[in-house]
């Protein structure tokens, strides 16, 4: 059973950085094809795909956000890591880890965690 | 503003079919397959359809999806009051390097 769950702080402040862990169970990020992307979703609003990383450890970033975001895979942990720096209170969202499966869709999420930017 | 293009609302009455639209470009689902989403009110996005018009298992066939072109639509037949819930579609994007979603249709069960 493939299983994927988000950690992080609930609230940061303007400016700081945001470090967020995906600990997934079923499956290996060193497995060939594998991938796993990080997507966001803001109260109210629509999905917003974040990053991606390949088993390979290709990393692929949303243009909009690529200059404030850095993906990692620890494959020994299970982990994928999602950092943001320089957070806004428009980065408040609830944030999904997710896996790649057939056809380069997002066959398993996360349960998500909610992340608010207030001082 | 989001890359691919839905309408934010949709309804229906149960047992009738709705059709849920996807406009995008020659760089998303003109050159990429599309995927289709489920967000069911507070949980997180369920894969409905991939590759254009496959069903994960555990989808009940009365969901189907289809891609003309630089277009896709997803339909649901034989509407259920559980189906009320927002739909999203999402391609990958060559221009962008990068996952693009539409902004959701919000689809109400009369």
């Known amino acids: 059973q493939v299983t994927l769950k988000e950690s992080g702080p609930a609230l940061v402040k303007p400016t700081q950085t945001l470090t967020l862990t995906c600990t997934f169970s079923?499956?290996?990020?060193?497995?060939?094809?594998?991938?796993a992307s990080w997507i966001r979703q803001p109260p109210g609003k629509a999905l917003e795909w974040l990053a991606r990383?390949?088993?390979?450890?290709?990393?692929f970033y949303s243009t909009s956000l690529k200059t404030r975001l850095t993906i990692s895979k620890d494959t020994s942990k299970n982990q994928v890591v999602l950092t943001m720096t320089n957070m806004d209170p428009v980065d408040t969202a609830t944030y999904y880890c997710?896996?790649?499966?057939?056809?380069?869709?997002?066959?398993?999420w996360g349960q998500g965690t909610m992340v608010t930017v207030s001082s | 503003q989001s890359v691919l293009t839905q309408p934010p609302s949709a309804s229906g009455t149960p047992g009738q079919r709705v059709t849920i639209s996807c406009s995008g470009s020659?760089?998303?689902?003109?050159?990429?397959?599309v995927n289709w989403y489920q967000q069911l009110p507070g949980t997180a996005p369920k894969l409905l359809i991939y590759?254009?018009?496959q069903r994960p298992s555990g989808v009940p066939d009365r969901f189907s999806g289809s891609k003309s072109g630089t277009s896709a639509s997803l339909a649901i037949s034989g509407l259920q009051s559980e189906d009320e819930a927002d739909y999203y579609c999402?391609?990958?994007?060559?221009?962008?390097?990068?996952?693009?979603f539409g902004g959701g249709t919000k689809l109400t069960v009369l």
């Open positions: 997710a896996r790649y499966g057939s056809g380069d869709a997002f066959d398993i």
């Open positions: 079923g499956f290996s990020l060193s497995t060939s094809g594998m991938r």
């Open positions: 990383i390949d088993w390979d450890d290709d990393k």
């Open positions: 020659s760089s998303n689902i003109g050159s990429n397959t």
């Open positions: 590759s254009n018009n």
């Open positions: 999402a391609a990958w994007d060559d221009s962008l390097n990068g996952k693009v």
